[in-house]
């Protein structure tokens, strides 16, 4: 039997589509298997602050469709100090709460093994970043839901760029990770990516341009990672702009759209499985881990792997981008 009767639930860092139907997966499965669970509101700050309530059933109803998060995220500085920490083991410990679900991206991996270790608490983590950036799944949620976001706006871009020939610099997030970038260049046939894990090579780029052009390219779209090593799409194309004024170039910043939105079918479904999982871990008397997808099936890596390990690009798929848009 588990020593765990009651489970809190927070949201933290960057917000991402999906996060909804996590939270929702997590009370269900908590009420399904007779647990107490509480929401808390703005991430690590809503522990430290006492901003914490009694979720039931109905509380997550109607929820699975939005995209944002209910329980609300933010970035916490006070949880990175000792004293902070203490309060919000306080608060934890004044509402019975046995153990944690934190749903977010690496620094709230971190916070959550430090916390873990310093109070000898069980917390279990759900990846949730648009970024995609984390070791240890194929897939975090709100991945999905962005990279559709990221292929219909440069769709549109795209019927903007062919009616007037233009080359057009397109800057997607990611911070230093280049997946979304990456495989929504694929599915919108961009002429070219350009992601911080390789480095730019500038008379590839013109070469590989100039070719289209000749061949009469109606249109040239390059996808470029906000943190990628030139210092994103404004300076590319600035660089470019002044070193080929025979082209019409032009700048669309993506920003946060990219984050918005009703999450995916897939992250859904994910967010739901991951949730679950979750739980079930926490009853299993696991704890330091985040729970993720490998080849479609739930797994489990301690909070130490994942935030140790850097998550690869795909070569192929960087590759396949250079041979396709020939
Ligand atoms: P995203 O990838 O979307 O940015 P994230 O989880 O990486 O999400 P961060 O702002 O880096 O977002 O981290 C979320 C919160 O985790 C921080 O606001 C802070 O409260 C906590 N946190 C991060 N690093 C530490 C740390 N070293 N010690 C304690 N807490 C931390």
Avoid: W
Avoid at 31 to 37: A, H, Q, S, T
């Amino acid at each position: 039997m588990s020593s765990i009767k009651s489970i809190g639930v927070l949201t933290s860092g960057g917000d991402a589509p999906g996060m909804n139907a996590a939270i929702r997966a997590v009370v269900r499965a908590c009420i399904y298997n007779d647990l107490r669970v509480f929401g808390v509101m703005r991430g690590y700050q809503g522990l430290i602050d006492n901003d914490i309530e009694e979720l039931h059933s109905n509380s997550v109803s109607n929820i699975i469709q939005s995209g944002g998060t209910i329980l609300k995220s933010a970035r916490s500085m006070e949880f990175k100090t000792q004293e902070g920490r203490e309060k919000a083991y306080d608060n934890l410990r004044k509402r019975d709460i046995d153990a944690l679900v934190v749903i977010g991206g690496d620094g709230t991996f971190t916070g959550a093994r430090i916390f873990g270790q310093e109070h000898n608490f069980p917390i279990v983590g759900i990846p949730g970043t648009i970024d995609n950036d984390l070791y240890g799944t194929d897939y975090t949620i709100g991945y999905d839901t962005a990279l559709n976001t990221v292929v219909e706006a440069v769709d549109k871009i795209r019927d903007t760029a062919t009616a007037h020939s233009r080359l057009f610099f397109i800057e997607v997030m990611g911070r230093d990770a280049g997946f979304l970038a990456l495989r929504s260049g694929i599915a919108s046939g961009a002429e070219a990516v350009l992601v911080p894990e390789v480095r730019t090579d500038f008379d590839q780029l013109e070469h590989f341009l100039q070719n289209g052009f000749k061949k009469n390219k109606t249109s040239s779209i390059v996808l470029v990672a906000e943190g990628d090593e030139i210092g994103g799409a404004i300076k590319i194309a600035d660089k470019v702009g002044k070193e080929h004024p025979e082209y019409d170039v032009r700048v669309t910043i993506l920003g946060h759209i990219q984050r918005g939105g009703s999450p995916s079918a897939f992250d859904r479904v994910s967010a739901s499985r991951m949730g679950l999982s979750a739980v079930e871990a926490l009853m299993d008397d696991q704890k330091s881990i985040m729970i993720g997808l490998a080849n479609n099936q739930i797994v489990h890596t301690p909070f130490n792997q994942a935030l140790k390990n850097k998550k690869a690009l795909n070569p192929q798929l960087l590759e396949m981008t250079k041979i396709l848009s020939i």
